[in-house]
Nanobody
């Protein structure tokens, strides 16, 4: 049984930083592209960032610059570091696993596995 379990969400002040983690089990982690999506209140879920099987990184235009995605294959874990957050970054952040970066970025309905989500709230 595949599980993706996110952690690290919570309250953060503008200008601060936060690191989300996602631990995967039940799959061969190194063979999957691992990514992060987010869904803000009243909006659709959107792609944020992904880390390829070899460590290459991909970002949406919205997240590029302040967010850093990385992975540790030895720990079956993917991370998302959020720097200098703004209230617009308030959302539920979801971890996802997909065989290809194309599927993750262009056709998320085909994504194999999702985490349950972790809430990030940016507030002063």
């Amino acid at each position: 049984q595949v599980q993706l379990v996110e952690s690290g969400g919570g309250l953060v002040q503008p200008g601060g930083s936060l690191t989300l983690s996602c631990v995967a089990s039940g799959l061969t982690f190194r063979t999957y592209v691992m990514g992060w999506f987010r869904q803000a209140p009243g909006k659709e879920r959107e792609f944020g960032a992904a880390c390829g099987k070899s460590g290459s990184t991909f970002y949406s235009d919205t997240l590029r610059g302040r967010f850093t995605v990385s992975r540790d294959n030895a720990k079956n874990t993917v991370y998302l570091q959020i720097n200098d957050p703004t209230p617009e970054d308030t959302a539920v952040y979801y971890c996802a696993a997909s065989p290809t970066i194309q599927a993750m970025m262009e056709n998320p309905s085909t994504i194999n596995y999702w985490g349950q989500g972790t809430q990030v709230t940016v507030t002063s």
